[in-house]
DNA sequence: GCGACAG
DNA sequence: ATCTTGTCGC
């Protein structure tokens, strides 16, 4: 039998989900709109090489939402993180910002639109998470590049994508019941799950952002959904961004649901 | 060239 | 994302 006493501390950082390296390459500054999409796509392509899809290597405390909201015609936007209990799903801290965005909405490049106001919510939170969902793709996006990524990377911390669209790829609908879970694919390779988080409703997609694989991207959703068609984290931050936006004196959205 | 296209 | 009217269902 093998006695050899190992050293406690692991000899490589490959797997590990903080990369200060990433993170202080990818926070600042943010790439402005000059009108050309250049040089958003080779950040991108640079980003892709440190995504880390390892297991959560950690155990799942706190998981937090985080959201934008803002109006067509105004570059105002208004950023909000939730911390929740993974457990109870109660909430324990919320932050938020109100700044303006130096890029406008591109399919495919939408991190560069809310990523450096969620930095700016990101850093005035008391309690960091142990890992973030954001409103919109992780890695089922074209380069594998999208706002879960973009975020995980640059804060230094694991996340997950949670989007209500198809952004790529391929799949088949999932059957009518909730919790019904199919694969997509793009380009012949599994990029996420199309999940029913409710029966007889529009399924939405889940991707892991960087700091965890696949299955933990599918579990944490399955773990924090509370009956809704999106999970709390998400849900509770679209909510919050959007009082943050009504405190500030602006016309909440349309849709807007009851308060409270 | 045409259709698709997160928030 | 936001805008926007009515409609179907619990």
């Given at each position: 039998m093998d006695t050899t006493i190992r050293p406690t501390t692991p000899s490589t950082t490959k797997h590990l989900v903080g990369n200060t390296v990433a993170s202080r390459l990818f926070q600042t500054p943010p790439i402005l709109w000059k009108g050309d999409i250049g040089e958003a796509k080779a950040q991108q392509e640079l980003m892709e090489s440190y995504i880390n899809l390892a297991p959560l290597n950690k155990s799942l405390t706190l998981i937090a939402g985080a959201d934008i909201s803002c109006n067509k015609n105004s570059p105002v936007i208004y950023a909000g993180i939730v911390v929740l209990n993974a457990e109870t799903l109660e909430i324990i801290e919320r932050a938020?910002?109100?700044?303006?965005?130096?890029?406008?909405?591109?399919?495919?490049?939408?991190?560069?639109?809310?990523?450096?106001?969620?930095?700016?919510?990101?850093q005035k939170l008391t309690t960091k998470p142990d890992a973030v969902m954001l409103d919109g793709h992780g890695v089922m996006h074209p380069r594998k590049?999208?706002?879960?990524?973009?975020?995980?990377?640059?804060?230094?911390?694991?996340?997950l994508g949670c989007a209500k669209k198809r952004l790529i790829g391929r799949f088949d609908d999932p059957a009518p019941a909730q919790d019904s879970v199919t694969?997509?694919?793009?380009?012949?390779?599994m990029r996420g799950y199309v999940y029913r988080s409710r029966a007889g409703i529009k399924p939405i997609f889940i991707s892991p952002g960087t700091g965890m694989n696949y299955e933990d991207a599918l579990s944490?959703?399955?773990?924090?959904?509370?009956?809704?068609?999106?999970?709390?984290?998400?849900?509770?931050?679209?909510?919050?961004?959007?009082?943050?936006r009504v405190a500030h004196g602006e016309q909440p959205p349309t849709n807007n649901k009851g308060s409270v």
């Open positions: 938020s910002v109100i700044t303006e965005t130096a890029f406008p909405y591109i399919p495919g490049y939408l991190s560069f639109r809310e990523v450096p106001a969620l930095l700016q919510a990101w590049v999208g706002v879960a990524t973009h975020f995980g990377l640059a804060a230094n911390v694991a996340t694969e997509l694919t793009y380009q012949g390779e944490i959703t399955r773990q924090t959904c509370a009956g809704y068609r999106l999970p709390e984290p998400t849900r509770l931050a679209h909510q919050y961004v959007n009082e943050i």
